[in-house]
């Protein structure tokens, strides 16, 4: 009965130890093995067995590649693999590459997380989507989010990183889970983080208010430390070398086909059995599901949050409109919240005034409580001051600016007499009251045709050219100066 071959460790023993000088007996008795056998491998009857992995690839090329080219060690592994270049488990490859790279070992820590405790958020670029329409690619955003004791992933895609589409994606991965970690670790995108900190981040108040809806601690990732999300960052990468590449071949033509394929290999994805695990994410995330906050019995309703400065005509800008906050506030900056069908605006807390929420752009929204009295309004400093400032410039330009300021609300069109004040500068002085002239007579006192006629001269029946007889036309050899008839060699007719 033939005996067991010596394993590949004490093969590559026997090897040290004769470099080293040993004879066969003393490395008989190093390796527990008879001097018979030493003999036959050191002969070389049986060298052949032994691994010579620099005669079938170069391992300086594999570490290039790793290192420089940030190929990871799996893909590296495969390729070889697939060339019959080695025949290895995977295990074994990692371990001769930090035998030949002692440089790539750092100092690392297992964390150990507690079920339920936490989730981990990240974005990365999407697949693009084609309008069949016009042929228009639109890009999207792929949004991330892992529990980290169980790795039970969510993820969809989106059009943009922007907070409406943040806290909508939020709310469907903690319905997606059935339950709210206690703890979440996003990135320092602006919809998360309005300035980052290593120890006092500025947490974006739209996102600050998700987390007190869903009673929750927002604790984001360190600056350029991807470590300290280190799951969702895996998990990302796993995504784009799996479901990217499945997917390579398929044009998607709406965000809804987009994210109902990637729903698909997401149920695959949490089936799939887990390395480290040693089960799949599924059947992890039945235990962690109980340890989960429950949600709330109220549905959260989306905000956005932007700052504004209340202008002297008593409207701030919030995303393409103007809406009206009370005069008193006029200069001070406001907190403005948005959702889909209301606008509000705060100050200290303080809620001034609600509106309902325009969809066009440009539109102004008022409220005309919000105005002073018209009297004080007409005797305040800004409008004062531009009734001065036009009466200086011509009685035309005077004259617009005040039925601009004569209406029940003089403040409605401040900006407006603010805009027809600057072209003062801008064109001469004659030019602009006859432009302002016309405006009156046509009743169009906007900034757009104003300007439009600022910048032709006046109509002057001096400056018409005299045309000059033309023998080809009837009107110059019948028709002399001073005549209002014209007459034909055998017909009159009288003007």
């Given amino acids: ?8 460790n004490k093969q590559s023993e026997m090897l040290r130890l004769k470099d080293l000088g040993l004879k066969e007996r003393a490395i008989a008795r190093a390796i527990g093995s008879s001097r018979k056998t030493v003999r036959k491998y050191l002969t070389g009857s049986q060298r052949a067995s032994v691994p010579e992995v620099q005669q079938l690839f ?14 990871s060690l799996q893909l590296l592994w495969d390729e070889l693999k697939d060339s019959g270049k080695i025949s290895w488990s995977y295990s074994y490859f990692w371990k001769q590459y930090q035998k030949h790279c002692p440089s790539s070992k750092e100092v690392t820590m297992i964390r150990q997380h507690i079920s339920g405790e936490r989730a981990e958020i990240d ?11 016009t042929g228009e690619i639109t890009r999207t955003h792929l949004f991330v989010g892992v529990l980290c004791r169980s790795r039970y992933t969510y993820a969809e895609f989106s059009f943009t990183q922007k907070s409406v589409d943040f806290l909508n994606s939020h709310v469907r991965m903690f319905n997606f889970f059935g339950g709210v970690p206690r703890q979440l670790a996003p990135d320092n995108l602006k919809s998360a983080v309005n300035k980052a900190h290593k120890y006092d981040p500025d947490i974006n108040p739209a996102y600050q208010r998700l987390a007190h809806h869903y009673n929750l601690a927002v604790v984001p990732a360190r600056v350029r430390t991807p470590k300290d999300k280190a799951i969702v960052e895996r998990s990302v990468q796993i995504f784009q070398k799996w479901f990217y590449k499945k997917v390579r071949k398929r044009t998607f033509t709406s965000l809804l086909e987009l994210n109902k394929a990637l729903e698909d290999h997401l149920v695959e994805f949490n089936n799939k059995k887990h390395r480290i695990l040693g089960c799949s994410r599924s ?31 008593c409207h701030l800008f919030f ?4 809406y009206s906050a009370p005069w008193e506030y006029r200069g001070k900056e406001l907190d403005v919240w948005g959702s889909e069908k209301t606008v509000e605006v705060f100050f200290e807390g303080k809620l001034l005034s609600q509106h309902a929420r325009s969809k066009g752009k440009n539109k102004v929204i008022t409220n005309k409580d919000h105005y002073p009295a018209a009297h004080k309004a007409y005797l305040e400093v800004t409008p004062q001051y531009l009734l ?28 407006r007499a603010q805009g027809i004040i600057a072209l003062i500068k801008k064109y001469p002085q004659e030019q602009l009251n006859y432009a302002c002239e016309q405006a009156l007579l046509l009743n169009r006192p906007y900034i757009r045709f104003i300007e439009a006629m600022a910048k032709r001269p006046p109509y002057k029946s001096s400056e018409i050219p005299k045309r000059e007889d033309n023998p080809y036309l009837r009107q110059g050899d019948l028709l002399t100066e001073g005549e209002t008839t014209w007459t034909s060699p055998t017909t009159n007719y009288i003007n």
């Fill in 1 to 8: 009965m033939a005996r067991r071959p010596i394993s590949v």
């Fill in 58 to 71: 170069s391992w300086e090329e594999v570490i290039r590649e790793h290192q420089v080219n940030d190929v």
């Fill in 123 to 133: 974005y990365c670029d999407g697949i693009d989507i084609l309008d069949l329409a």
């Fill in 283 to 313: 059947e992890a995330f039945l235990e962690e599901k109980h340890d989960l906050n429950l949600l709330p019995e109220n549905e959260f309703v989306i905000r956005t949050h932007k700052k504004a400065t209340l202008h002297h005509d």
């Fill in 319 to 322: 995303e393409t409109n103007y």
């Fill in 388 to 415: 001065d400032k036009s009466k200086s410039a011509g009685d035309d330009i005077y004259r617009l600016i005040e039925s601009l300021f004569s209406g029940p609300h003089p403040l409605q069109h401040l900006r």
